[in-house]
């Protein structure tokens, strides 16, 4: 073979194994993603929390707070399961979601094992509170119910039985000292039957336990002469210290034509007392800094603000929300 031809093809040899190693790079760069790339296939991190029933007014505020999650926290994907009462302690207990709503009175017992639980849940902590609900006692114009006192030998709707209007209703009632069965006839039907039955005349008076305004009773004192009949809130919450003096406003309602005063209950975020204290941190600090958006969604999210994030709660903060709380103020 010519020394030409040998040259010839060390040449072709030279060029081909360059180009086999620029393949190799270009797949080693394919292969090989860069800390963005990197960054942007990572899963998104699921969190979840439990509210109300669908629909409700505490399934609304809590999928406008994921919204919330969702813009401003990147990595992390906020979902929302409907809920109600002891169901939402047992879950968060159990770590099957990472949040839930309760009421405040519904804490305090949770926490001590009384009323409707049988054992201690220390490990739910308290994030902070947000939207009131009191609890309005109503009755016909024409039933001939003007006091608490009128209530003896009538018939009264507390709520579902085992709920947490119910179970509420029966504290008020038995600190003013009437007691179910014996001093009044308790009936036992959910809030929307309430409404129904007050319109049917087949109950004198009975207990809403909601955010105000709310379509139900709008709609109620709309179609029926209605009266709000008030009762002794400071010897109730006295005994009751999860409870608070709250009022709605004249006006409101037809029927209200002066303020209003109520037993108020807060509803309090809660979470495990295992949840990553910088996640609770987080999630506490972006709400607060958001309620205008998570108001967007449900008026009652205006309401889950600095002012009321402590109202209500009795109980052990989570480490997370209370660093938060304390830098704002809002938390000794």
Same mark, same amino acid.
């Given at each position: 073979m010519k020394k030409s031809q040998i040259k010839l093809i060390?040449?072709?040899i030279l060029v081909l194994f360059a180009f086999t190693l620029? &393949?190799?790079?270009?797949?080693d760069k394919k292969q090989t993603p860069s800390p963005a790339d990197t960054t942007a296939k990572q899963p998104l991190k699921r969190i979840s929390i439990i509210s109300g029933p669908s629909a &409700?007014?505490?399934y609304l505020v809590a999928g406008g707070m994921a919204k919330v999650i969702n813009k401003y926290m990147p990595g992390y994907e906020c979902t929302i399961e409907p809920g109600a009462g002891s169901e939402n302690i047992i879950r968060v207990?159990?770590?099957e979601v990472v949040f839930g709503m309760v009421m405040s009175d519904c804490l305090f017992h949770a926490v001590n094992g009384t009323r409707e639980f049988k054992e201690k849940y220390p490990q739910i902590q308290a994030m902070f509170g947000g939207h009131n609900n009191p609890m309005k006692l109503i009755a016909r114009v024409d039933s001939g119910i003007k006091t608490f006192a009128d209530l003896k030998g009538k018939k009264v709707a507390l709520g579902f039985g085992g709920s947490s209007q119910a179970l509420a209703a029966v504290a008020i009632m038995e600190s003013l000292g009437m007691v179910a069965d014996k001093d009044y006839k308790a009936v036992w039907i959910t809030p929307a039957e309430i409404t129904e039955a007050l319109q049917d005349k087949t109950i004198d008076a009975g207990f809403n336990y909601t955010a105000d305004p709310t379509g139900v009773m709008v709609d109620l004192t709309t179609k029926v002469p209605i009266k709000f009949i !008030?009762?002794?809130v400071d010897t109730v919450v006295q005994k009751h210290p999860y409870f608070y003096k709250t009022s709605i406003p004249k006006g409101i309602y037809k029927g209200v034509d002066a303020e209003y005063f109520a037993q108020g209950a807060n509803v309090i975020m809660v979470t495990h007392k295992d949840t990553d204290p910088e996640l609770?941190?987080?999630i506490t600090k972006v709400l607060m800094e958001h309620v205008d958006e998570v108001a967007e969604?449900?008026?009652?999210g205006k309401e889950w603000n600095l002012s009321n994030a402590t109202r209500g709660i009795i109980s052990?903060?989570? !480490?997370g929300a209370e660093k938060y709380l304390k830098e704002k103020g809002a938390l000794k």
């Amino acid at each position: 073979m010519k020394k030409s031809q040998i040259k010839l093809i060390a040449i072709f040899i030279l060029v081909l194994f360059a180009f086999t190693l620029a &393949g190799c790079s270009q797949a080693d760069k394919k292969q090989t993603p860069s800390p963005a790339d990197t960054t942007a296939k990572q899963p998104l991190k699921r969190i979840s929390i439990i509210s109300g029933p669908s629909a &409700g007014a505490w399934y609304l505020v809590a999928g406008g707070m994921a919204k919330v999650i969702n813009k401003y926290m990147p990595g992390y994907e906020c979902t929302i399961e409907p809920g109600a009462g002891s169901e939402n302690i047992i879950r968060v207990a159990n770590k099957e979601v990472v949040f839930g709503m309760v009421m405040s009175d519904c804490l305090f017992h949770a926490v001590n094992g009384t009323r409707e639980f049988k054992e201690k849940y220390p490990q739910i902590q308290a994030m902070f509170g947000g939207h009131n609900n009191p609890m309005k006692l109503i009755a016909r114009v024409d039933s001939g119910i003007k006091t608490f006192a009128d209530l003896k030998g009538k018939k009264v709707a507390l709520g579902f039985g085992g709920s947490s209007q119910a179970l509420a209703a029966v504290a008020i009632m038995e600190s003013l000292g009437m007691v179910a069965d014996k001093d009044y006839k308790a009936v036992w039907i959910t809030p929307a039957e309430i409404t129904e039955a007050l319109q049917d005349k087949t109950i004198d008076a009975g207990f809403n336990y909601t955010a105000d305004p709310t379509g139900v009773m709008v709609d109620l004192t709309t179609k029926v002469p209605i009266k709000f009949i !008030p009762y002794d809130v400071d010897t109730v919450v006295q005994k009751h210290p999860y409870f608070y003096k709250t009022s709605i406003p004249k006006g409101i309602y037809k029927g209200v034509d002066a303020e209003y005063f109520a037993q108020g209950a807060n509803v309090i975020m809660v979470t495990h007392k295992d949840t990553d204290p910088e996640l609770v941190y987080q999630i506490t600090k972006v709400l607060m800094e958001h309620v205008d958006e998570v108001a967007e969604v449900h008026p009652a999210g205006k309401e889950w603000n600095l002012s009321n994030a402590t109202r209500g709660i009795i109980s052990t903060y989570h !480490p997370g929300a209370e660093k938060y709380l304390k830098e704002k103020g809002a938390l000794k």
